[in-house]
């Protein structure tokens, strides 16, 4: 049985990274696939019916597999930091990968406007952040 080694490995062809790309990763991807029987008689529909459990990846979020091709090419680049603006799941999976790679995560937070769980990851994982009076758009 082959190891998961993340997502860059399993879709290196379709992604826009080289030989030559350092691959940041924490193993996301692989998340478990959900029978759902009964979802699938509600609407009946002659198929079978799977959801995808993305609550499995490293930061509890499908912005994981984004992630890790966006701080792989940030460090292919020469980043000694990535930042970002977010409510909660993009904030945590930056700073989650930007850690793994050893650089530097910012991340800017809309006062009072983010999820408690996220911004703790955020700080776990050593990111510099700043509450701003609004979020971005």
């Known amino acids: 049985m082959e190891v998961w080694r993340g997502v860059i490995e399993a879709y290196r062809e379709f992604l826009p990274v080289s030989d030559s790309t350092p691959v940041i990763t924490l193993n996301e991807g692989n998340t478990p696939l959900i029978r759902a029987s009964r ?4 609407i ?11 609550g499995a990846n490293p930061t509890g979020s499908f912005k994981d597999r984004g992630m890790t091709v966006a701080v792989s090419k940030a460090v292919e680049e ?3 930091a990535v930042m970002c603006a977010s409510t909660g799941n ?17 991340v800017l937070i809309p006062k009072g406007a983010i ?18 009076s ?4």
């Open 39 to 42: 979802l699938r008689e509600a």
């Open 78 to 80: 020469g980043s000694r």
């Open 134 to 137: 609004r979020m971005l758009s």
């Open 115 to 132: 999820a408690m769980g996220k911004l703790a990851q955020a700080l776990i994982h050593g990111a510099n952040t700043f509450v701003i």
């Open 44 to 54: 009946g529909a002659p198929i079978e019916l799977y959801l995808k459990y993305e």
């Open 90 to 106: 993009t904030s945590a999976s930056a700073a989650a990968y930007a850690a793994r790679a050893g650089i530097t995560a910012a």
